[in-house]
């Protein structure tokens, strides 16, 4: 099971940001990034941020659906939740970026 990102971290970086950066570790791993999947792999680096407030043991998929839509009009991902999703050459050079803040900032955090 992949380890969870530093919550002092992840907590101070915007839900759309987290979606993208989670597609592209999908990617990245050579998996269909389908809606199941995706919440999962948010939920698994960002539990605090992707779960219900009163069950925060589970994942609330309700937290995507707004970042998702504003990710397709901003042209960073294509796709839907009843296919899968992909990232657009934009939208792979920000989750690069994103990438970089969560790495670069847990190691500030560990020193």
């Given at each position: ?39 999962k792999e948010c939920f698994t680096f ?29 042209r960073l991902i294509d796709g839907d ?28 955090f560990t020193l």
């Amino acid at each position: 099971m992949e380890k969870s990102f530093d919550p002092k971290v992840y907590e101070q970086i915007g839900i759309a940001d987290l979606i993208l950066f989670s597609i592209h570790s999908l990617i990245s791993k050579k998996e269909d990034c389908t809606f199941e999947r995706l919440v999962k792999e948010c939920f698994t680096f960002f539990p605090r941020v992707f779960n219900f407030s009163e069950y925060p043991e589970w994942p609330d998929s309700r937290k995507l659906d707004r970042s998702l839509r504003s990710l397709r009009q901003e042209r960073l991902i294509d796709g839907d939740p009843k296919t899968f999703f992909s990232l657009t050459k934009r939208g792979e050079k920000e989750a690069l970026e994103i990438e970089k803040r969560l790495k670069q900032k847990r190691l500030e955090f560990t020193l």
